[in-house]
């Protein structure tokens, strides 16, 4: 090969391999634009991450909280929250995180949170009162005392307390398969005023004397007041906003329930008012163990549920409802002179101020001679709804999350 030749060779080669460097360029910079968009998207997205969550934990903190946040600077970018007004009390976080010229939104629903979603909550918990190996909750626990174990108890839900826990002996290891948390405050509310005035305005309302309830599973309920004759109509009709309060007086329920309905008995003059009788069975037209349903009871008492000392009774006892009980708890009438009467099959939650008797038990066969033993299962549904204006605890809870 001549020198003319060997020159062409090597400016064609130059050409080839000057091509192959101008795109290898053109490419390394393809891929840093791609990589600085990356992580342009990801610096917004944190942004909004971030600001929804101190835009929530503000508003756990102080529930009236609107103010929201504007042109904060985070991170090297921008943040700005606004919040909005929802229907049924909820409120909406809007978190914009923005990064040069990239922006994130997260959205995020809270609602106040329900004490129905508690399967048990104790204010008062007994000293003696202990959960012992062979016992199995489900769903949320909270008590503002300690919560005593003794054993291997389980807990399938979040279980929180005030005060922390006692064991007793020392090696006991309670199951706590929904996490357990200590140094939570949570009190009763001081009254049921928002249920008491939905009822006067869009439910029904009665004072000053007792009513008894029962419902149909075709959605009809027959009230009767006291002295006068019972009266049936469609349970839409009489409540409209599905609330019914007795106050001054006492309320006595039985039947199966096709619907959402919150019942409730109030009462200032001490325990003769404001107490709720269960008189029978009061059950959900569908059981939602079973099968989809969506009835849902609340059954609100200023002072006790008491289940009743009547034939029906002798029997077992099933209650598909969350309970509340502002000072008293779920009892039973004369219960240490009854006899055995099967069980308390709750299907929903129980929330009370202090736990009562229901039952008389042999310390030494474990057996129950007079009264009920208890089962409970916890309704799911309750987690994230709730009878109608069912007590609020004051906070707010995380509804929805969206990014």
Not at 32 to 53: K, L, M, P, Q, T
Not at 130 to 140: I, S
Not at 367 to 378: A, E, H, P
């Amino acid at each position: 090969m001549g020198g003319k030749a060997s020159l062409i060779v090597v400016l064609g080669l130059s050409m080839v391999f000057g091509t192959i460097a101008l795109n290898l360029n053109e490419r390394g910079l393809e891929s840093d634009a791609n990589f600085v968009d990356h992580y342009c998207e990801h610096r917004a997205h944190d942004i909004a991450v971030s600001g929804a969550n101190m835009a929530a934990s503000r508003i756990y903190f102080d529930p009236l909280w609107m103010d929201g946040f504007s042109n904060i600077d985070l991170f090297g970018g921008e943040l700005d929250v606004t919040v909005t007004d929802l229907p049924q009390k909820r409120k909406s976080l809007e978190a914009v995180g923005t990064f040069f010229n990239h922006s994130s939104t997260v959205r995020v629903i809270l609602q106040p949170s329900s004490f129905a979603k508690f399967a048990f909550y104790v204010n008062l918990l007994p000293g003696n009162l202990y959960f012992v190996t062979k016992d199995t909750l489900w769903g949320p626990f909270h008590t503002q005392q300690k919560i005593n174990v003794s054993g291997s108890p389980v807990f399938h839900g979040k279980v929180t307390t005030k005060l922390g826990i006692k064991k007793n002996p020392a090696s006991s290891t309670p199951k706590f398969y929904g996490g357990y948390q200590s140094g939570v405050d949570i009190p009763l509310p001081a009254d049921v005023n928002p249920f008491r005035d939905a009822a006067m305005t869009g439910g029904k309302y009665w004072a000053n004397t007792d009513v008894s309830l029962e419902f149909h599973n075709n959605g009809n309920v027959t009230y009767t007041v006291q002295g006068k004759s019972p009266v049936t109509m469609a349970l839409t009709d009489l409540a409209p906003n599905g609330t019914i309060l007795v106050e001054k007086g006492d309320l006595r329920v039985k039947g199966t329930v096709k619907g959402k309905v919150t019942i409730g008995a109030i009462g200032s003059s001490g325990l003769g008012h404001g107490n709720v009788y269960l008189d029978d069975d009061i059950v959900y037209s569908k059981n939602p163990l079973h099968e989809p349903s969506t009835d849902m009871l609340g059954i609100i008492a200023e002072n006790n549920f008491i289940i009743t000392d009547n034939v029906p009774n002798k029997s077992d006892i099933n209650i598909h409802a969350s309970l509340f009980s502002l000072k008293g708890g779920l009892g039973a009438e004369n219960y240490q002179h009854i006899g055995p009467c099967g069980s308390i099959n709750l299907v929903g939650g129980l929330i009370e101020h202090q736990d009562q008797a229901t039952g008389v038990f042999n310390s030494s066969t474990g057996k129950v001679t007079s009264g009920y033993q208890s089962r409970w299962r916890y309704d799911e549904r309750l987690m994230v709804g709730s009878p109608p204006y069912f007590p609020t605890t004051g906070l707010y809870e995380i509804l929805s999350w969206l990014e």
